[in-house]
């Protein structure tokens, strides 16, 4: 579509928990957005945008948004709800959380997440609101803190490489990533290396849609990263491909790693993998002699009772190999913290009003588990009242039948901040209508290269929205809280959340709408990691030198287990999702078109299962249903044998029996970081057909 004169273009930000984080032009005819697209001028977003943002006017304008406050007049979880003005939601929702607050206001938990990555709509005026109540702080580690603590034990912070340099590289690993479908600006810069002679390696479970466009697929079990990384470190070490000047004078420990990685012969490794030696073999050694080689790690890989340790021993192979030394070699995790946000975030959140109470913290993992608790010395109060924003934790957190039991409560107050009436809405006592980012004032930093951003809003809010800083903006105030931070507005939240942030020019921001803070090309060609030495290290204080830990589900660790459930599943998010987000958008949901469970032919034949059926995954924790799509027997299908794939994240109420795969993950914790376990999971699969006739058999026994 092509602009008029009469059309303004407004600069905006994506808002999605996606490292690209990119640059928008929102062009908008008589009020309305006519066009959502990239901005040719930013470095990384190059004027191109994902299929999902693309269609952001779609999201915004959807007929079934909620514009305007309701009140829940049904049972929960039916989603029956009737219109209540922004006076009587707000006053009632303020009485009740004062009453609460007035017997303990830890008996309050906010829960949120990266709905919005936003720092003014995320944990902006939130924070304050909840530091002011002394209500119980949420751990948000639902999605990368596995892997971002790892990172720090490692570097000292989450650091990485530029992601435009990989375009330079000779030799890339895509390790737990699959970039077409969440980071489709890197997957570009990939491509021009290919293009310019590079090797593309990508290491999945998974034959994903990257995988297949890489020159190798390294197609391990779920939950060995961490061996395939001590079988390299062993193969570096053993044939000499190290830099020992980097290694002298820019790691602390190697030694250490040396021992351990001695017993991980890839014939060792091959064996947990599920791989063969051979592969370790030439891995390794195109590793260790290539110039510049760059690893592209994301958070996949981490979902798994040893993701924080997997991480640490990737992170170190650069180290070893010197690959820092170059712009284009090194790896990329995360590149957040380049934005030095100490200052930001005080500024912002304002820990302060806490005036040195320290509530309780509840893992937003657990959340299952801890809405059914009682009160006890060591849990503290009984939850009483749930405030989420910029998440729906009964579609995407783990065993989410016990979420939603928990969410089921009718003594549980609930306000949900929404756009639409999602499984989380469909159990509020209170649902708030609020902005999408084409509406209001943020300010974003990035977690895949170093551009602060701006959000400017494109359109007033429709209907009756509200913006989340507005909404705690106004319940601060009948909550009688007068400092003057609460009324700071949205866009001098904005405008001034990077103020105070180190090499950030404000001006060129406000301006541009993005700036770039300076980084180095090549960071730590000569060291100078955030560590209090300013090495890497493999021995990190409080965490000891990494190892591989199997899987809490396996046959490794639970034989018994497996036995019962012999096949590993995990649940990398459907293409045109992201998490929960756009699941209810027609045309991505269309193009999903229904719940998908990849197969490996040897596994489906073993079940009598083929392409199309209808077939139930089950466990101890709940059962769900979904299409089979089986491949594998002429090397074309996306499951490796042994391992079945869930397409999520599907809404429960868009399931063909109200369910989703977290009814089958479990509420366990990585090793590092207190994060979610969700590809660390064991099912077992047959024909939804078969399982009925034997229910059907079983009751008509019962009935004899």
């Known amino acids: 579509m092509s602009a008029t004169p009469a059309d303004t273009v407004v600069q905006a930000t994506c808002p999605h928990d996606c490292p690209d984080t990119c640059a928008l032009h929102v062009t908008v005819r008589e009020g309305r957005v006519v066009r959502v697209a990239g901005d040719p001028e930013h470095p990384t977003t190059h004027g191109t945008l994902c299929t999902k943002v693309s269609r952001y006017a779609e999201r915004t304008y959807h007929a079934q948004r909620v514009l305007t406050p309701l009140k829940r007049v049904g049972r929960k979880g039916e989603g029956r709800f009737e219109p209540a003005s922004w006076d009587q939601a707000l006053d009632d929702i303020a009485a009740r959380l004062r009453a609460i607050a007035a017997r303990d206001p830890q008996a309050i938990l906010p829960y949120s997440y990266a709905g919005t990555m936003g720092l003014v709509q995320g944990e902006g005026m939130a924070a304050r609101f909840w530091h002011k109540l002394g209500a ?31 375009a330079e590289s000779r030799l890339i690993l895509i390790w737990g990533s699959n970039p077409i479908t969440s980071s489709v600006h890197f997957w570009n810069v990939a491509l021009q290396a290919k293009r310019a002679g590079a090797k593309l390696v990508c290491i999945d479970p998974r034959c994903s849609e990257t995988a297949q466009k890489c020159h190798q ?15 390299l470190v062993h193969e570096l070490i053993e044939h000499g491909w190290l830099d020992r000047d980097y290694i002298e004078h820019h790691v602390e420990g190697l030694d250490t790693l040396a021992a351990r990685a001695r017993e991980w012969t890839p014939e060792r490794a091959a064996a947990v993998c599920g791989i063969e030696a051979e592969v370790i073999r030439t891995l390794a050694r195109e590793y ?125 107050f609930t306000v949900v901040l929404e756009h639409f009436l999602t499984d989380t809405a469909d159990h509020a006592d209170y649902v708030l209508p609020a902005t999408t980012q084409l509406e209001h004032w943020d300010a974003h930093g990035t977690y895949g290269h170093v551009y602060a951003m701006l959000n400017r809003p494109a359109i007033a809010p429709l209907g009756q929205a509200r913006s989340n800083a507005e909404v705690f903006r106004q319940l601060a105030a009948r909550m009688g809280f007068t400092e003057p931070c609460f009324a700071d507005s949205d866009e001098a939240m904005a405008l001034g959340a990077f103020d105070a942030e180190r090499g950030v020019n404000v001006a060129e921001l406000v301006r541009k709408g993005w700036t770039r803070l300076p980084v180095a090309d090549a960071p730590f060609a000569r060291g100078g990691f955030p560590t209090s030495s300013g090495k890497a290290l493999v021995d990190a204080p409080g965490f000891g030198v990494p190892d591989y830990l199997p899987n809490y589900e396996s046959r490794q660790s639970s034989p018994e287990l497996a036995r019962r459930y012999p096949l590993a599943m995990i649940s990398p998010p459907a293409r045109n999702f992201l998490n929960s987000s756009f699941v209810n958008v027609p045309s991505l949901r269309a193009a999903e078109g229904e719940p998908v469970l990849e197969m490996h032919a040897d596994d489906a034949a073993a079940r009598c299962i083929t392409t199309g059926d209808l077939v139930r995954i089950f466990n101890d924790r709940g059962s769900t249903l979904a299409r089979a799509e089986v491949g594998g027997a002429a090397g074309d299908g996306r499951a490796r044998p042994g391992v079945v794939n869930g397409l999520g994240v599907w809404w429960r109420k868009f399931g063909r029996d109200g369910t989703n795969v977290n009814q089958l993950t479990h509420q366990r914790l990585t090793d590092i970081g207190r994060a ?29």
């Open 136 to 166: 119980s702080l949420l751990d948000r580690t639902i999605c990368s803190n596995a892997g971002g603590e790892a990172l720090i034990a490692t570097y000292g912070g989450k650091v990485g490489m530029h992601v435009e340099f990989f």
């Open 676 to 704: 979610p376990a969700f590809y660390d999971c064991l099912v077992e699969v047959e024909r939804a057909a078969a399982a009925s006739a034997a229910a059907a058999s079983a009751s008509g026994a019962v009935s004899a």
């Open 217 to 231: 697929h390294i197609a391990l079990l779920p939950g060995t990263d961490g061996a395939l990384a001590l079988a």
């Open 288 to 412: 260790g002699t290539t110039k510049p080689a760059a690893i592209r790690l994301n958070y996949g890989m981490q979902r798994v009772r040893g993701g924080g340790n997997a991480v640490r021993l990737v992170a170190l192979l650069p180290c070893l190999t010197g690959a820092w030394r170059h712009r284009a070699g090194g790896l990329l995790l995360s590149a957040s913290g380049w934005f030095a946000g100490r200052k930001r975030d005080a500024w912002l959140q304002r820990p302060d009003l806490l005036a040195g109470r320290r509530p309780r913290t509840i893992n937003m993992v657990t959340i299952g588990d801890d809405l059914l608790r009682a009160s006890s010395p060591a849990f503290g109060p009984k939850i009483e009242a749930v405030v989420v924003y910029n998440s729906n934790p009964v579609a995407v957190a783990p065993e989410s039948a016990q979420v939603a039991r928990g969410f089921a409560r009718e003594d549980l």
